[in-house]
T-cell receptor
Framework: AQKITQTQPGMFVQEKEAVTLDCTYD???????LFWYKQPSSGEMIFLIY??????QNATEGRYSLNFQKARKSANLVISASQLGDSAMYFC?????????????FGAGTRLTVKP | GAGVSQSPRYKVAKRGQDVALRCDPI?????LFWYQQALGQGPEFLTY????????KSGLPSDRFFAERPEGSVSTLKIQRTQQEDSAVYLC??????????????FGDGTRLSIL
């Protein structure tokens, strides 16, 4: 079964506007972590933001924030004030809890294009 | 540099040849991961090391795939008798080992493998 679902293959946003990238996940664990990564055309995966399942507040990192709705099992990424350099693939990922569980599952990704 | 280093950046091989991909993790990172990323997809987990111990190899697609990390630092992913379906980007990631699920994985730039 798909653990991470990103329903938007591609998104467009005007420069300086905000954009939301959707992510839903499936787990029966109570403890898990949610991550967003950015992958520019150069291929590197850049860690953006983390949300823990027990965190009561939504995570924020600069222009990135995570809209975490636990009951809906969604962890949408919000990018404010988009910049041309934000054009890239964005991946949502989850790691379920457990002492030795390091298997991170990724979604299929969303390609974001920022228009000037 | 201080990041995860992978080599070669690109590798072209003929079907049936053996290939070896190298990963040099961030210094001091105990955990090391290999992922396979097909074109247009998110990364898929292959295998995980904690120091020199390979604790999880459940994602390796066949016995043609072999990974090692003999001294707990540099890792090599070897693919024997390559097939065209092995063509993908192979990503290496490392993280500082912790008992919590909140440890982000830091990725290298990947090796793009093309099998002719």
């Amino acid at each position: 079964a798909q653990k991470i679902t990103q329903t938007q293959p591609g998104m467009f946003v005007q420069e300086k506007e905000a954009v939301t990238l959707d992510c839903t996940y499936d787990t029966s664990d109570q403890s898990y972590g949610l991550f967003w990564y950015k992958q520019p055309s150069s291929g590197e995966m850049i860690f953006l933001i983390y949300q823990g399942s027990y965190d009561e507040q939504n995570a924020t990192e600069g222009r990135y924030s995570l809209n975490f709705q636990k009951a809906r099992k969604s962890a949408n990424l919000v990018i404010s004030a988009s910049q041309l350099g934000d054009s890239a693939m964005y991946f949502c990922a989850m790691r379920e809890g457990g002492y030795n569980n390091n298997d991170m599952r990724f979604g299929a990704g969303t390609r974001l294009t920022v228009k000037p | 540099g201080a990041g995860v280093s992978q080599s070669p950046r690109y590798k072209v091989a003929k079907r049936g040849q053996d290939v070896a991909l190298r990963c040099d993790p961030i210094s001091g990172h105990v955990s090391l991961f290999w992922y396979q990323q097909a074109l247009g997809q998110g990364p898929e987990f292959l295998t995980y090391f904690q120091n020199e111990a390979q604790l999880d190899k459940s994602g390796l697609p066949s016995d043609r795939f072999f990974a090692e990390r003999p001294e707990g630092s540099v890792s090599t992913l070897k693919i024997q008798r390559t097939q065209q379906e092995d063509s993908a980007v192979y990503l290496c990631a490392s993280s500082y080992y912790g008992v919590e699920s909140n440890q982000p994985q830091h990725f290298g730039d990947g090796t793009r493998l093309s099998i002719l």
